[in-house]
């Protein structure tokens, strides 16, 4: 379901400057954590419509709120903040 928000639902596109996309419970919220390449306003934004997307497909269903969280992170993938218990990956964009 967060990959087709992402892509298709919206008909919006992954920037490239989206390094990971991925999904995090702190409390009672979920994070949307997005990894960006370089500061963008318009990825912000982004990031800022899929949590409310998100948020308005489980409000029935989801305690606390669903909240973005923007990274802007240049270095090697392997420094990326690491995901605990009842997180994971939603997109992770493919780098050499």
Avoid: C, Q
Wanted: charged fraction near 40%; aromatic fraction near 8%; proline fraction near 4%.
């Amino acid at each position: 379901m967060m990959m087709r928000m992402l892509v298709g639902v919206t008909n919006r596109h992954i920037s490239n400057n989206m390094r990971r996309v991925g999904l995090r419970k702190e409390g009672e919220d979920w994070i949307v954590e997005v990894i960006l390449e370089k500061d963008d306003p318009e990825d912000r934004e982004e990031a800022e419509e899929f949590a409310s997307e998100l948020w308005i497909l489980s409000e029935d269903n989801a305690e606390g709120a669903v909240r973005s969280r923007v990274i802007v992170d240049d270095g090697p993938p392997e420094n990326f903040p690491k995901f605990e218990k009842f997180a994971g990956s939603v997109y992770w964009r493919k780098e050499d």
